[in-house]
C-alpha cells in the first residue's frame, strides 16, 4: 500500500511526469527522491554538458517537499528565493531547489583572506576555486535538517538602499549589496546534542543572466564575497568551507 507521504509527495511533484505510463522530464540529480523517482536509483551521477540547451531546460528530479518560490523572471526574484530556502522549515529545504538558482558553469568567488584560510577549501592550483559541483554539496549539507536548526537574515538585498548595475543588452545584472544572517548549527554529541550560533557578515557582488529578454528566466552566473574585517562574524566564503564536508 503507498504511504501517505509519498502520495503527497507525488501530488506534490506532478509537473514532473511520473506516472507508469508517462516518460520522465527530468533528470537524476545526487539528492532526488529515490521513493518518488525509482529509475534514478542505478542512474549513474553524470551532469549534462551546461552548453547544451537541454541542460538548462531539463530540471533535476526533485529531492522531496518543495517550497513554492518566486518565479525568477526578474533577478531580484532569484535573491529573494535563496532566501526563502535558507529560512525555510528544515523539511523543505531543498538542494535541488537552491542549486535551480544558478547556471550550470556558476563560479564563486571567495574573498582572498578565505582562500588563505582554507587552502585545503579553495585550491588556488584549480582552474576554478569553486563551481557548481563544490555549490551544490555545500547547499546538501548546509541545508541538511542534522546540520542545520535554522537560518536567519537580518540584511540581504534592499531595492530601495542597494546598488545594481544592468548590462547594456538587459542580459545581464550585477548587485552589491551587504549581508547579515545567524545559521544554528546542530552539534551532535555521544550523550547530548547541543546548539551552536553563527554569524555571518558581509558584501555580496552577485552577477545574474537570462539567455532572453522576451522570456527571462534570471540565474546567478558569479556570486563574489567580501568579508567584513570590521566584524568577528564568519563571510559567506567561510561559511562555505566549513560546510564543504
Known amino acids: 500500500m503507498i504511504s501517505l507521504r509519498t502520495f503527497l509527495l507525488a501530488v506534490l511533484l506532478a509537473g514532473c511526469a511520473i506516472g507508469d505510463s508517462e516518460q520522465v522530464d527530468c533528470r537524476c540529480a545526487p539528492d532526488t527522491s529515490i521513493e518518488i523517482f525509482p529509475h534514478c536509483a542505478d542512474a549513474v551521477e553524470e551532469r549534462p554538458d551546461p552548453k547544451t540547451p537541454l541542460s538548462t531546460q531539463t530540471p533535476d528530479c ?3 517537499p518543495q517550497l513554492f518560490l518566486r518565479e525568477r523572471t526578474r533577478p531580484e526574484a532569484v535573491l529573494a528565493n535563496l532566501t526563502s530556502i535558507f529560512q525555510a522549515q528544515p523539511e523543505f529545504r531543498s538542494p535541488q531547489q537552491y542549486m535551480e538558482q544558478f547556471t550550470e558553469d556558476f563560479v564563486f568567488i571567495p574573498d582572498p583572506e578565505d582562500v588563505q584560510l582554507y ?13 557548481s559541483a563544490e555549490e551544490r554539496n555545500f547547499a546538501r549539507i548546509v541545508l541538511s535538517p542534522e546540520r542545520i536548526l535554522s537560518a536567519h537574515f537580518t540584511r540581504w538585498f534592499r531595492s530601495s538602499l542597494d546598488e545594481r548595475i544592468p548590462s547594456d543588452d538587459e542580459l545581464r545584472e550585477i548587485f ?43 540565474s546567478i552566473a558569479v556570486w563574489q564575497d567580501q568579508r567584513d574585517r570590521a566584524s568577528a562574524k564568519f563571510s559567506l566564503g567561510e561559511l562555505r568551507a566549513l560546510f564543504s564536508q
Open 62 to 64: 526533485p529531492s522531496g
Open 119 to 131: 587552502p585545503e577549501v579553495y585550491a588556488v592550483d584549480r582552474d576554478t576555486l569553486w563551481g
Open 176 to 218: 552589491i549589496f551587504p549581508y547579515e544572517a545567524e545559521f544554528v548549527e546542530i552539534i551532535s554529541a555521544a550523550e547530548v546534542d547541543s546548539v551552536e550560533t553563527i554569524g555571518i557578515k558581509g558584501l555580496a557582488t552577485i552577477e545574474l543572466v537570462t539567455p532572453t529578454v522576451e522570456n527571462p528566466v534570471w
